[in-house]
């Protein structure tokens, strides 16, 4: 199995900065595409960043230029650094993963527990 958890919401004002980190454990041989998503109150999730195993980065246009997706493959860690904070940015974030457990196991895809993040105006 495999588990991931994330650390690092918590309430902010606007303009200001967060870290996301998720650290991703368990039974893990590969891990491939990693995620950011959020999901603000009584809407859908929403993708925020991508980044793959080899660093090619996507993000949604609505954090462009404020957030940053990054990795650690040896330490199996995405982190999301999020800077120039909105009122809208406040959701519950979760990290995403697709994960091999063993070489000759299919990828999974696996999500974290999520984070609150609050920014206030």
């Known amino acids: 199995q495999v588990q991931l958890v994330e650390s690092g919401g918590g309430l902010v004002q606007a303009g200001g900065s967060l870290r996301l980190s998720c650290a991703a454990s368990?039974?893990?041989?590969?891990?491939?595409?990693m995620r950011w998503y959020r999901q603000p109150l009584g809407k859908e999730r929403e993708l925020v960043a991508g980044?793959?195993?080899?660093?090619?980065?996507n993000y949604a246009d609505f954090v462009k230029g404020r957030f940053t997706i990054s990795r650690e493959n040896a330490r199996n860690t995405v982190s999301l650094q999020m800077n120039s904070l909105e009122a809208e940015d406040t959701a519950v974030y979760y990290c995403?993963?697709?994960?091999?457990?063993?070489?000759?196991?299919?990828?999974?895809?696996?999500w974290g527990q999520g984070t609150q993040v609050t920014v206030s105006s």
């Open positions: 995403n993963a697709d994960v091999r457990s063993r070489s000759y196991f299919a990828v999974r895809n696996y």
């Open positions: 980044i793959t195993s080899g660093g090619s980065t």
């Open positions: 368990g039974t893990i041989f590969q891990i491939n595409d």
